[in-house]
């Protein structure tokens, strides 16, 4: 009888702990942008142009939200879109990181992010600005963290635009994803 509860036990804290974990990720992304996504798989520049799109969508919303007054769940829409708006940032760089790999020509999707960031940056400090400091407090780590990966990403996009200008000098280059030589 004790082997049984035991076993039960550890059945309920796994189920309990998967559970959290997947409540803890969730898709930045609706279906229509996952869609969009795919499509522009082999076209970089048009991709990076979604992501800038989708984040900057994110922080629109924030905006909405912040200026309803009367949302009870305000705080925590705002966490969860700042959590997104992040987890967006991280799929650019990701997405940044795996074109130039390849050599592909990125330039002008560096170009939308490197704009989008001196955007994003001034939201972020203004969003920070006007809180009500009881809200702030609920979601002030996360907006430090989107904060951070805003520079992060602009740090690495300029980087990367230097490299990808001097090997488009070299004509080294790949128009089209799909027509890498690697």
Not at 89 to 107: F, G, M, P, Q, S
Request: net charge negative; with cysteine.
């Amino acid at each position: 009888m004790g082997a049984t509860r035991w076993l039960m036990w550890v059945v309920l804290l796994t189920c309990s702990f998967s559970s959290f974990l997947s409540a803890q990720h969730r898709d930045p992304l609706t279906e229509k942008e996952v869609d969009q996504m795919r499509e522009s798989a082999d076209y970089p520049n048009q991709r990076l142009a979604f992501m800038v799109g989708f984040a900057r969508a994110r922080l629109v919303a924030i905006d909405k939200v912040q200026a309803d007054k009367t949302a009870k769940d305000r705080p925590l829409q705002i966490h969860d879109l700042l959590q997104d708006f992040t987890s967006l940032l991280d799929e650019i760089d990701d997405n940044v990181d795996l074109y130039a790999a390849h050599k592909t020509d990125i330039r002008k999707g560096l170009t939308l992010v490197i704009e989008g960031s001196s955007e994003w940056q001034l939201k972020l400090r203004t969003l920070k600005q006007q809180s009500p400091p009881e809200e702030l407090d609920q979601y002030s780590f996360v907006l430090a963290n989107a904060s951070d990966a805003v520079s992060d990403t602009a740090d690495s996009a300029r980087k990367e635009l230097q490299e990808q200008n001097q090997l488009a000098k070299e004509k080294k280059l790949n128009k089209v994803y799909s027509e890498r030589k690697d």
